[in-house]
């Protein structure tokens, strides 16, 4: 029994060292493949991060394209609104040689309506110091140099208007420009 006991002892011991050798080599491939999968899951991992970079540089560079085209549209645009600025100076300078070449000319007008209006009088004063006191036609005669200088002086009223509203035009022009 003791040989028995000591065979089977053996055997025993023989099977748990198989049991043992194959446990060890399972763990052995266990480890292996796992160690592979696990190279394999970094070589994808990095494969994915390097996509993934390459995806946002990218987007970055289609950022920085559209940013650039931005920035040359708004360099055309303030080229264009400098381009307005000067076209709209020349246009006030020309309206402003305008306005000082039509207040040239009606200051020539009210000049010469002076003229005119001073030698009516005169004419008029000698007309109505030849009628009589009593004459209808003095009266006549006076109430048309009365009608005539409260024309002149509505028509120059006028003339002084427009050149007032147009100065504060020109004036606000400017102002805006």
Same mark, same amino acid.
């Given at each position: 029994?003791?040989?028995?006991?000591?065979?089977?002892?053996?055997?025993? &011991?023989? @099977?748990?060292?198989?049991?043992?050798?194959?446990?060890?080599g399972? !763990?052995? $491939?266990?480890?292996? +493949? %796992?160690t =592979?999968l696990?190279?394999?899951?970094?070589?994808?991992?990095?494969?994915?991060?390097?996509?993934?970079?390459?995806?946002?540089?990218?987007?970055?560079?289609?950022?920085?394209e559209?940013?650039?085209?931005?920035?040359?549209?708004?360099?055309?645009?303030?080229? &264009?609104? @400098?381009?307005?600025i000067?076209?709209?100076?020349?246009?006030?300078? !020309?309206? $402003?040689?305008?306005? +000082? %070449?039509? =207040?040239?000319?009606?200051?020539?007008?009210?000049k010469?309506?002076?003229?005119?209006?001073t030698?009516?009088?005169?004419?008029e004063?000698?007309?109505?110091?030849?009628?009589?006191?009593?004459?209808?036609?003095?009266?006549?005669?006076?109430?048309?140099?009365?009608?005539?200088?409260?024309?002149?002086?509505?028509k120059?009223?006028?003339?002084?208007?427009?050149?007032?509203?147009? +100065?504060?035009?020109?004036?606000?022009?400017?102002?805006?420009?």
């Amino acid at each position: 029994m003791t040989e028995e006991a000591n065979e089977l002892a053996t055997q025993i &011991q023989i @099977e748990i060292e198989k049991v043992n050798a194959e446990e060890n080599g399972c !763990k052995a $491939e266990i480890a292996t +493949k %796992e160690t =592979q999968l696990e190279s394999k899951r970094t070589k994808e991992t990095i494969a994915v991060e390097q996509k993934s970079s390459e995806d946002t540089n990218e987007i970055n560079e289609q950022n920085v394209e559209k940013l650039l085209d931005l920035a040359e549209e708004k360099e055309a645009l303030l080229q &264009q609104q @400098e381009e307005l600025i000067k076209i709209q100076q020349k246009q006030s300078h !020309k309206i $402003e040689g305008s306005i +000082k %070449e039509q =207040q040239g000319a009606i200051n020539i007008l009210i000049k010469n309506l002076r003229k005119k209006l001073t030698h009516l009088a005169r004419k008029e004063e000698v007309l109505v110091s030849e009628l009589s006191d009593d004459a209808p036609e003095r009266e006549a005669v006076v109430n048309r140099i009365i009608s005539r200088s409260k024309e002149t002086i509505a028509k120059l009223d006028t003339v002084m208007a427009t050149l007032k509203t147009k +100065k504060a035009k020109l004036t606000t022009e400017k102002t805006t420009i």
